[in-house]
């Protein structure tokens, strides 16, 4: 099991920026493959972005163009960098991590951060 913090949310005007961070703890953090969904208030957990350990890497239809996720392996850390933010962003966004086979369903990924709040106002 490897363990996650997330960092980097807040409120920002829409067409802003963020990035978010991931710090990992644990043992072989190359080995795994990292992942960023978000939950707004009433909707289910959506896939937002992975990054798998072989270097692929995936997006939500609803970020791409505007989100990218990028990994420091000697750091352990996963970032999440998002730009031309909307409203319809705002969400807890939570790190997560799998050592699965490829996958965008939350179900794959067994560890799970604490998420970090991302507010966009309009």
């Known amino acids: 099991q490897v363990q996650l913090v997330e960092s980097g949310g807040g409120l920002v005007q829409a067409g802003g920026s963020l990035r978010l961070s991931c710090a990992a703890s644990g043992r072989a953090f190359s080995s795994y493959n990292m992942g960023w969904f978000r939950q707004a208030p009433g909707k289910e957990r959506e896939f937002v972005a992975a990054?798998?350990?072989?270097?692929?890497?995936n997006y939500g239809d609803s970020v791409k163009g505007r989100f990218t996720i990028s990994r420091d392996n000697v750091k352990s850390t996963v970032y999440l960098q998002m730009n031309s933010l909307k409203p319809e962003d705002t969400a807890v966004y939570y790190c997560?991590?799998?050592?699965?086979?490829?996958?965008?369903?939350?179900?794959?990924?067994?560890?799970w951060g604490q998420g970090t709040q991302v507010t966009v106002s309009s």
């Open positions: 997560a991590a799998s050592r699965g086979s490829v996958s965008s369903s939350a179900a794959d990924f067994g560890s």
């Open positions: 990054h798998w350990w072989s270097g692929t890497r």
